[in-house]
């Protein structure tokens, strides 16, 4: 019975840990979105979960690792929106489109949280985790949250494109790793630009939505299979 007792108390605390930390993470995250990661300290946060400063650096090593924690949950989200978007009227050609247009429409929706998600893999502190991961280094827990959450990222696109040049739906002669890669490159960078620019575009009587969907239907056309008489 103490074993038993001593087992519920050690979950307990683990639990009181866990949503503590949790707890931090939400807090950094409002920091982060509201005032920038330049402008936040560790202190800011501390005082805003009634913590310690010392109590803060228990659960992340620095404001880099902590902005790496909220970045996966970021991430996270993003991710959660691609496997929720409804596919079932689409053909599979259109699904590869579809992470494009999700991304988009996550980024206007939630615009901080996409930030975070993006602005992530330029910061040093996910460009180590990505290096560790490469020469299999051990990582610590953040590092190893946000590399599930990109690996998962990667899948959601790469597989359906896999799957589309196993069939034949798209080119054969592209490689379909160097496809994700480019694709979502091209998603991002073309969500950036439209997110510095859309003020000025749409004070000539431009809409940024007609400019993503017009770049994606050239992709379409790029990517497809063309038939004999095309060539």
Known sequence: MYNE????????????????RCEIITTAMDFFISKG???TTMEDIALKASLSKGTLYNYFDSKDDLYLAVATRAT??????????????????QCILSK???T??????YPKLYMIASEIRKEPVYLNMYKKVIERKPLNRNETEMNVETQRYQQLVFKPIKEAIDKKIIRDDL????LTFALTSLTGGLIDILRNFH???E???INTDDIFELVFEWVAEGIKTKRKEEK
């Open 5 to 20: 007792r001593k087992k519920r108390i050690q979950q307990r605390k683990e639990r009181e840990k866990e949503q503590r």
């Open 37 to 39: 990661f330049n402008e």
């Open 76 to 93: 996270r989200r993003l991710n959660d929106s691609y496997e929720t978007t409804d596919l079932t009227s689409k053909s599979e050609f």
């Open 100 to 102: 494009g247009y999700t």
């Open 104 to 109: 988009y429409e996550f980024s206007k929706k």
């Open 175 to 178: 490689d379909p790793r160097f």
């Open 199 to 201: 003020t000025l575009y």
């Open 203 to 205: 004070s000539i009587g």
